[in-house]
Each structure stands twice: as structure tokens, then as C-alpha cells.
């Protein structure tokens, strides 16, 4: 299988107004979105984005409403075309493409997952599913049964011939979801997909999303507001406000090194042991005198649990092989989990 692409995002600018390429400059020069659209009626929704989205990964891009990620989405498969920069799909430039190849581009590579569901209320739900197979020119039983398949995955076996209104709402997002997949595109786009739903409902989503993508190893680009949905499933994350890029990196690196008091104000509520390594934390290098060992790679809130159960107060942290790489105290673990940390 070949190894999934990256997306590039460089210098990308978008004005909105009827003079935006003319703007650029000015933004450029550092008038701000409020000066831009008092003195010019211009809407900067895009500034400087520079941004590496991993192949095989899930970036997530998060902010307020306002804070321009949803036009940052619809950029990558040229919804809304940029005013300035470039969005690199391996070597394509997604911004250059001509019409015919932004079609192809649309039909195969990528795949769209609404908040708003955009099922198709006249159709069922194997209907929905096909439905990107058939703008591909697939259809018939090799298209039913390529859906069925995805149906099945994402839990809907038996409502294959339930028309929307039939279903809840999560439901109905999982038919989204298997009409994505369904399609077989490299990148998944979701924007504010699981939004509209309730809380228990969206941890379920989530968990089925982070189960497909253990195996499928999609380019995935989610987009949310709510900073535990993006802890829990991005790889990497970007935050965004007034449409530039405040910081991005790993969850980890997010809640441990804020990059200033409005991601500080962002992160002061998140359950730290959700979120940090065990390896983040511990003596790199010593070894403890215990029977106990923790696993690289898992949560703090897994180690305090492992930790309570035995009643050991230190442990060493090991890798795969067994091969110890430090150690870790119940004492160091609590705090991490409570408290900012300096390593």
C-alpha cells in the first residue's frame, strides 16, 4: 500500500471582498482583520497559514467560531479559492489545478463529512452511500457492495433501506461517515462533523472514527471548537484566531508549552492525565528499585490507575522489549496530572 500523502499549507491568504488580491500587501504589512474591513471593507479570513498536515494522520484545526477554520477546510479541496498561497497535495498544487483536474481531485482523493449530516432525505441509506460511487461513474451490485461494507463498519447493519428521518442523529452521521469512506478518498475533510451531537453520542462517534483510523491510515482533517474533542483525537492540532495560526503542535506539547494566555485560558480546564505521556514525565534514564513497570506511551491517568491497583509508589517505564527507560512516581504522576510541569 503506498504511503499516504502529506497536505502542505503555505502562506496561504484569503480576503474576502471584491479588490481582496490588492489587500494582501497590507495584511502583509500588519494592518489588522478590524482596520482592514473599517478602512477597506475587505474580511481577512486567512492569514499566513502555514501548516503540515501529516499523511496517514488526523490534524485537527480548532478555534472559535469566527476564527476562520471552516474557510481554512474548504481550501483544501478548493471550495473557496485562496487569495493568495498554496495548498500542496504531494507535488500538485490544489490552487493551480485547472478544471478538470480539480473535478478529479474532488471525485477521488477527497471525501467531505458535514455537521449538518447533507444526507440526501429521498434516498436511503444505502442510496446516500453509493451516491459518491455513482458521480465516480460506479454503480450496481459493485458499488452495493462496496457501501454495504462500510455500512456494516460503521455499525448500520440492517437499516441499509431507512431513509434519514428514520434515523437519530448519530446515525445519520455514521451514514456520512460510510459515505465518505465509502468513496475510497486519501483525505477525509471533516468540518464540525460530530457537532450537532449529544455529548455520549460524539464520544461514540469519536471512538469509532479513532478505530477506523487505526486501520485505514487516512489523511484526515478534522475541524472543531471543543478542545477535549481535539485532544482526544488529533495527532496534530492548529489553533486558530481572527484566521491566523496562534500555535500548532501536539496535544501534549499544546497543554504542557501554551503559546500565550489565550490558549493558557484554553487549556486550564483540559484533564492533563488524558492527555500526557508517561514518558513526558518520568526520570529519563534512571532506574527504580520496584517490581513495578509501565508501558511507554500510555496516559498519566492510566499510570495513576495502574498505580492504585498495585500499591507500589514507583515504577519503571519500559519500552516494547522491556528495555527500561526511567522511572516514575505515583507522587510525580499525580502532580503532573494537576499541575503545569516544567519538563
Not at 478590524?34 to 502555514?50: A, F, P, S, T, W
Not at 462517534?205 to 478542545?227: G, N, Y
Not at 495502574?306 to 514507583?314: L, N
Amino acid at each position: 500500500m503506498a504511503e499516504p500523502h502529506g497536505i502542505e499549507i503555505k502562506n496561504l491568504y484569503k480576503i474576502f471582498g471584491p479588490d481582496g488580491a490588492s489587500m494582501v500587501e497590507r495584511v502583509i504589512n500588519g494592518m489588522s482583520k478590524q482596520e482592514l474591513n473599517e478602512k477597506h471593507n475587505h474580511v481577512l479570513g486567512l492569514n499566513d497559514i502555514n501548516i503540515s498536515m501529516p499523511g496517514g494522520k488526523i490534524t485537527v484545526v480548532m478555534g472559535l467560531s469566527g476564527s476562520g477554520k471552516s474557510t481554512l477546510i474548504r481550501h483544501i479541496n478548493r471550495l473557496i479559492d485562496p487569495t493568495a498561497g498554496e495548498v500542496l497535495y504531494g507535488e500538485q498544487d490544489v490552487c493551480k489545478m485547472s478544471t478538470s483536474e480539480l473535478r478529479e481531485f474532488r471525485r477521488h482523493r477527497t471525501a467531505m463529512v458535514f455537521q449538518k449530516f447533507a444526507l440526501l432525505p429521498h434516498r436511503t441509506v444505502m442510496q446516500n452511500t453509493v451516491y459518491g460511487l455513482e458521480i465516480q461513474g460506479i454503480s450496481g451490485k459493485k458499488a452495493e457492495a462496496k457501501a454495504a461494507q462500510w455500512i456494516s463498519r460503521v455499525g448500520l447493519d440492517g437499516f441499509e433501506d431507512n431513509y434519514p428521518n428514520q434515523l437519530s442523529g448519530g446515525m445519520q452521521q455514521r451514514v456520512g461517515l460510510a459515505r465518505a469512506l465509502t468513496n475510497d478518498a486519501d483525505i477525509l475533510l471533516m468540518d464540525e462533523a460530530f457537532s450537532a451531537l449529544d455529548p455520549l453520542i460524539r464520544m461514540d462517534m469519536q471512538t469509532v472514527l479513532l478505530d477506523l483510523q487505526q486501520e485505514l491510515h487516512k489523511t484526515i482533517v478534522f475541524i472543531t471548537h471543543d478542545l477535549d474533542e481535539a485532544l482526544r483525537l488529533g495527532d496534530k492540532i492548529a489553533i486558530l484566531r481572527d484566521g491566523a495560526v496562534i500555535q500548532q503542535g501536539s496535544g501534549q506539547e499544546i497543554v504542557l508549552r501554551p503559546a500565550d494566555e489565550y490558549i493558557s485560558n484554553f487549556v486550564q480546564e483540559v484533564n492533563r492525565g488524558r492527555v500526557i505521556l508517561v514518558d513526558t514525565v518520568m526520570d529519563r534514564g534512571e532506574v527504580a528499585e520496584t517490581d513495578m513497570v509501565l508501558q511507554q506511551g500510555i496516559l498519566l491517568e492510566e499510570a495513576a490507575k495502574q498505580f492504585a491497583e498495585s500499591g507500589h509508589a514507583i515504577a519503571n517505564v519500559v519500552d516494547k522489549s522491556g528495555k527500561p527507560l526511567g522511572s516514575l512516581s505515583m507522587q510525580q504522576a499525580i502532580s503532573a496530572m494537576v499541575t503545569p510541569n516544567s519538563h
